[in-house]
């Protein structure tokens, strides 16, 4: 199984500041025969389902502000929240469809100071 | 609108059997993997398995394969989370999800889940 290792476990920063969430998987996620990574991010609120915030590592999808974005290829990937609302107080996962089974990292956690 | 409406929320002893289900409603059914999620109380989301209604190809994640089974009804839009013989740790929310497109993808729309107790 690929394993998705996530960092930090959790971060507290001030409104307007720029939250960064890394993810690093065991294996690389990136197809080489299209170039892309298999690799999403999940915004997930206490009781609801994960979000889908962005696929193939950097694609965010419709409706996701643009505060959100992802970089990375490979094993290393960064989810930046540009400046940081209220409203982005969530648990944040990445995950990996390159290989079945399917894997999650273990959440980051992101609160307001 | 696409929606994924799933069954509502049970409350079973081991050894029981039971099948929980996501009904898919705007959108061609057979055109998307559905998969099934388990997160645990406090716990992050573990996919189980994915099924590609149309043509029933299932995969399952080494950790739920044997205890239990994936299946879809293409005529009534519907995919199934069966297990046989339930046991106090499959008490979870179950969350169905649906793939952006029919190849391995994020999963862009999920049901609001439903909630499995197992108690004796």
Not at chain 2, 25 to 34: A, D, K, L, R
Request: aromatic share 12%; glycine share 10%.
């Amino acid at each position: 199984d690929i394993v998705m290792t996530q960092s930090p476990d959790s971060l507290a920063l001030s409104l307007g500041e720029r939250a960064t969430i890394n993810c690093k998987s065991s294996q690389s996620v990136l197809y080489s025969s299209n170039n892309k990574n298999y690799l999403a991010w999940y915004q997930q609120k206490p009781g609801q389902p994960p979000k889908l915030l962005l696929h193939w590592a950097s694609t965010r999808e419709s409706g996701v502000p643009d505060r959100f974005s992802g970089s990375g290829s490979g094993t290393d990937f960064t989810l930046t929240i540009s400046s940081l609302q209220a409203g982005d107080v969530a648990v944040y996962y990445c995950q990996q469809y390159y290989s079945t089974p399917w894997t999650f990292g273990q959440g980051t956690k992101v609160e307001i100071k | 609108e696409v929606q994924l409406v799933q069954s509502g929320a049970e409350v079973k002893k081991p050894g029981e059997s039971l099948k929980i289900s996501c009904k898919g409603s705007g959108y061609s059914f057979t055109n998307y993997w559905i998969g099934w999620v388990r997160q645990m109380p406090g716990k992050g989301p573990e996919w189980m398995g994915v099924i590609y209604p149309g043509d029933s190809d299932t995969k399952y994640s080494p950790s739920f394969r044997g205890h239990v089974t994936i299946s879809a009804d293409m005529s009534i839009a519907t995919a199934y989370l069966q297990w046989s013989s339930l046991k106090a740790s499959d008490t979870a929310k179950y969350y169905c999800a649906r793939g952006v497109g029919a190849e391995p993808s994020g999963a862009d729309y999920w049901g609001l889940g439903t909630l499995v107790t197992v108690s004796s």
